[in-house]
């Protein structure tokens, strides 16, 4: 049996290596007008996205026994409505209107599907959404950073400032639940099985996302 610590590590290179090329939402090498028009899609998207999080964190944190990790949880909600409130009020700055956005079927299945794991035991929780997803997160928020730094700066600094320094806290918290819990042959079984459900109904949902953005860049109109 590998450590927690040394198990935590293989499964991190395991997620990377999973997500390697997959997050088909952004498009580095587009045309500018392009790439800035899915960085407004992105932010629409993460108002919803962080308004969920907050929604399915409240919902597990009286399902989460484990002291030491269900008092890093408030805290975590508390980013997520941050995040909701800065990104809203950017796309209002920017003339958008931040609650038009329509997820798609696929992408608000995922969140209900989240919400409705709070009775699942902890390790599978936090293995799927902090340390899978939220590691999934800092890398795509990386991404728009660098898409957005010439086309719309204020808004990737404000990603770089304000929202990703606090989801690499986010992953922290998945990291740490695993190291505590994930110390047997089984319960890393476990850990890997919830991260691989997590990265695949994601994926999926990114699949829908880029049809859909297909599809809508052949008839003309910006996705909503």
Not at 48 to 74: F, G, K, Q
Not at 139 to 144: A, M, P, S, V
Not at 187 to 192: D, L, P, S, T
Request: with cysteine; hydrophobic share 40%; proline share 6%.
């Amino acid at each position: 049996m590998s450590n927690a610590r040394e198990f935590v590590r293989v499964l991190a290179a395991e997620n990377a290596a999973f997500w390697a090329g997959k997050d088909v939402r952004l498009e580095p090498a587009a045309a500018p007008a392009e790439r800035l028009r899915l960085i407004r899609y992105r932010m629409r998207q993460g108002v919803y996205n962080e308004l969920r999080s907050v929604e399915l964190i409240a919902a597990w944190i009286p399902h989460v026994p484990e002291r030491e990790i269900r008092d890093l949880l408030p805290g975590q909600l508390d980013d997520e409505h941050r995040h909701y409130r800065l990104l809203r009020q950017r796309l209002v700055d920017l003339g958008e209107d931040p609650d038009a956005y329509r997820p798609l079927p696929e992408w608000e299945a995922l969140f209900d599907w989240l919400v409705a794991c709070r009775t699942r035991p902890t390790l599978e929780k936090l293995a799927m959404f902090q340390f899978a997803g939220e590691s999934q997160s800092c890398d795509g928020f990386e991404t728009l950073i660098e898409v957005a730094r010439d086309v719309d700066p204020e808004t990737a600094e404000l990603y770089r400032t304000q929202i990703l320094p606090d989801e690499y806290r986010h992953a922290a918290i998945g990291r740490r639940a695993l190291q505590l819990l994930a110390d047997t042959p089984e319960r890393q079984a476990v850990a890997r099985a919830a991260c691989h459900e997590m990265n695949e109904r994601v994926f999926a949902a990114y699949r829908a996302h880029r049809e859909r953005a297909d599809r809508d860049a052949s008839s003309g109109p910006d996705p909503q």
